[in-house]
């Protein structure tokens, strides 16, 4: 109703000689504005009001909206660097940024450092500006009143120090930016600041009246700032920077000390600092690549349906056809504990040895002593004979001591008893999620595992880890074509999801290491996959010359890696999924084909990197799947709780794992699967 009013009021509008608007109210009911703005009943029968103009808003509301951090009291830098203006919408925002220097400079010998800071959250950087003090001037810059050349060049010239990081890919120090009416330059330093949100880094001006720059340049130095977000200078390729106003924390590093230089590292020395390389742009990179394709995995299967399960890391199933597996005891971890303690407790030491038998040989020394004198009776010749007995026999008893071990690993019938065990028996680290999530499916229908599995690659080439991730997802009352079909929308969604939010990374990646990156993605999401038996995928590669393999293509061998790259990458030139392979190259629980020669297992291959997925139609007949464990000569055992699921409701059912860390390898072009997972587990290394 009110706004009927006022629109009535508008028409009314006239304007009084102060230049003022006024509404001119003549109704039958009367109406007068309040300064405030409000209506309200006149008392007069015919009213002028001076409309109040609306106030001048203030600068706290003048500035533009930034999204803070909702768990920490910042602005993370991919919110102001990854808007679709680069930032320059912020500009007059007040914000507090803090990430990591990737590189600074200090450019002239009075007032201000220039840094780029970047937090992790995206690519790019975000440039701040601090001001210098005085004192801390003089400590950066060699002041001469004589006028002679100071060091960095010139009379009285700008000194320029540089300090930055250059790993694979990381930006370096911009140019100094070019004057600007009413902007010097005079004294600044630049640091490109990162926060891990993206790969872009924040640029930053600094002040020496705010902090001293020689605290502030080093790279891997850490900083909390408050500052005002500026338009950049010009010559720059930032849209904004940040003029820091206060240094709230500052993380010192000695660049003397720090590994993770301004040089390109190459990536096998970065393996030797793990705990630091996030920092570098290649893997914080990869981080959010691989965080990408982890969100789109649980995204794919939560939009379809499926239940996440956690399966256990220990199991009794040593899993067939994967070899050896990380066994879990406590066996001789308590053995090892109880020999310490026996040593710390009750052994005898070297001194303890030492001194007893020099109390032996003194006391037989006196006995001979006393022997050969005719002065001592018989019964001072037998209590000294007695008592170096006794010394005697207490030092055949300390040095049995000093080499028994008090406590072995229990035995039984020759063979270590695991029924002392901590778990009673032969427990083991998992090598694969799948028979656990199985049973599970064959209850709530459609579910999926994602967790890290380990086997004792007894290699160190770049296709193997002792831990590794896998992503098992099993689905009930489903066929092998089922699995295939799963399979390929799988891979095409996850592919997609990092074209459509992980692009600048990939970017970085696709420039830095594999420029096909990018496009291998698009061929996955955008093309049908090709499906071949594998007698036809052997005949295929049968027909390429030979030279081009290392290994001879046979019937009946399991593919190598070079066979299944050479499908997708020369000859079909898209990804390929082969299946139906032969029985005796398979476990036993693969369900057994109708012409008892082949199974359902499937296998798909894309570029650069061969098999990513391997799956299969489980086998749900009991019979059949209690004479193949017979065929291959297992126990029985171990498999009575999995078979459980054949004798009580048995159910066709189908599943496939792919490899974490190797899709990470297709996505980012990297060749070693050591620098796709960020603690990596290989024969040697297990630190930190």
Not at 7 to 18: F, G, Q, R, V
Request: charged fraction near 25%.
């Amino acid at each position: 109703m009110s706004q009927e009013i006022m629109a009535k009021d508008l028409e009314n509008m006239t304007i009084n000689p102060s230049g003022n608007s006024v509404a001119e109210t003549n109704y039958p009911e009367k109406l007068m504005i309040t300064p405030s703005g409000n209506m309200v009943e006149s008392t007069g029968e015919h009213h002028h009001q001076e409309l109040t103009p609306p106030p001048t808003p203030t600068k706290a509301q003048q500035a533009p909206r930034v999204d803070w951090a909702n768990y920490s009291k910042r602005v993370v830098i991919k919110k102001i660097v990854g808007r679709p203006d680069g930032g320059a919408g912020l500009v007059g925002a007040a914000v507090t940024i803090g990430g990591w220097v990737k590189s600074g400079r200090e450019v002239g010998k009075t007032s201000f450092a220039f840094l780029d800071l970047n937090e992790g959250s995206c690519p790019p950087n975000v440039q701040a500006r601090v001001p210098l003090c005085l004192r801390s001037l003089m400590r950066l810059v060699v002041g001469n009143t004589n006028g002679n050349p100071t060091p960095g060049g010139g009379n009285g010239g700008a000194e320029e120090k540089t300090s930055g990081n250059g790993d694979h890919g990381s930006a370096t120090a911009e140019a100094a930016p070019n004057p600007t009416p009413g902007r010097t330059i005079a004294g600044q330093a630049h640091l490109q600041l990162n926060d891990g949100s993206c790969s872009t880094n924040l640029q930053v001006v600094v002040d020496a009246s705010v902090a001293p720059l020689n605290q502030l340049t080093p790279t891997g130095t850490s900083i909390l700032v408050e500052g005002v977000l500026r338009k950049a200078a010009e010559g720059t390729k930032k849209n904004v920077e940040l003029k820091v106003e206060k240094v709230l924390q500052v993380g010192t590093v000695d660049p003397a000390k720090y590994p993770i230089s301004r040089t390109r590292l190459p990536l096998e020395f970065l393996r030797n600092y793990v705990h630091l390389r996030p920092r570098t742009n290649t893997f914080s990179s990869v981080a959010r690549i691989r965080n990408a394709l982890a969100y789109a995995t649980h995204t794919f299967y939560q939009n379809h349906g499926f239940l996440y399960v956690h399966t256990p890391i220990i199991t009794t199933s040593n899993f067939p056809s994967t070899g050896e597996a990380f066994q879990v005891t406590t066996l001789f971890s308590e053995a090892d504990k109880a020999e310490w303690e026996f040593r710390a407790l009750r052994q005898p030491t070297d001194a303890d040895l030492l001194d007893t038998r020099n109390a032996v040989t003194q006391k037989t020394k006196r006995v001979l002593d006393l022997k050969k004198s005719n002065k001592e009776s018989k019964a001072t010749i037998d209590a000294a004979i007695e008592d170096l007995q006794r010394s005697k026999e207490l030092l055949s008893k300390l040095e049995e001591k000093f080499r028994s071990k008090l406590v072995k690993v229990p035995e039984k019938d020759g063979r270590i008893d695991y029924s002392r065990d901590f778990f009673s028996r032969q427990a083991y680290l998992t090598v694969s999620g799948q028979f656990h999530v199985e049973s599970y499916a064959c209850a709530l229908s459609s579910v999926y595992t994602f967790g890290p599995t380990f086997r004792p690659e007894l290699s160190q080439s770049t296709r193997h880890l002792a831990e590794y991730w896998t992503v098992e997802p099993e689905i009930a009352f489903a066929d092998l074509e089922d699995g295939m079909n799963c399979a390929e929308d799988y891979l095409k969604f996850i592919c997609q999801w990092l074209l459509d939010n992980c692009i600048d990374d990939m970017k970085f990646m696709s420039k830095q290491f594999d420029k096909n990156a990018i496009d291998r993605l698009r061929q996955v999401a955008s093309t049908p996959f090709a499906r071949i038996t594998y007698n036809e995928a052997i005949e295929l590669l049968k027909k390429v010359p030979e030279r081009k393999f290392e290994i001879k293509v046979e019937m009946g061998m399991d593919l190598a890696p070079e066979h299944e790259r050479y499908l997708p990458e020369e000859i079909f030139k898209k990804p390929v999924i082969v299946y139906n392979y032969p029985k005796e190259n398979r476990p036993f629980y693969v369900r057994l084909n109708d012409d008892g020669k082949t199974v359902a297992s499937m296998e798909v291959l894309v570029p650069k990197i061969g098999g990513v997925i391997s799956g299969s139609q489980r086998e749900e007949r009991y019979e059949v799947i209690e004479k193949r464990i017979q065929e291959l000569g297992l126990s029985k055992e171990p498999y009575e709780w999995y078979l459980d699921l054949r004798r009580f409701g048995t159910v066709k059912h189908t599943g496939f794992g792919l490899g974490f860390e190797r899709t990470v390898l297709f996505a980012t072009g990297l060749d070693s699967i050591k620098d796709a997972i960020p603690f990596p587990r290989a024969q040697g290394r297990a630190h930190p």
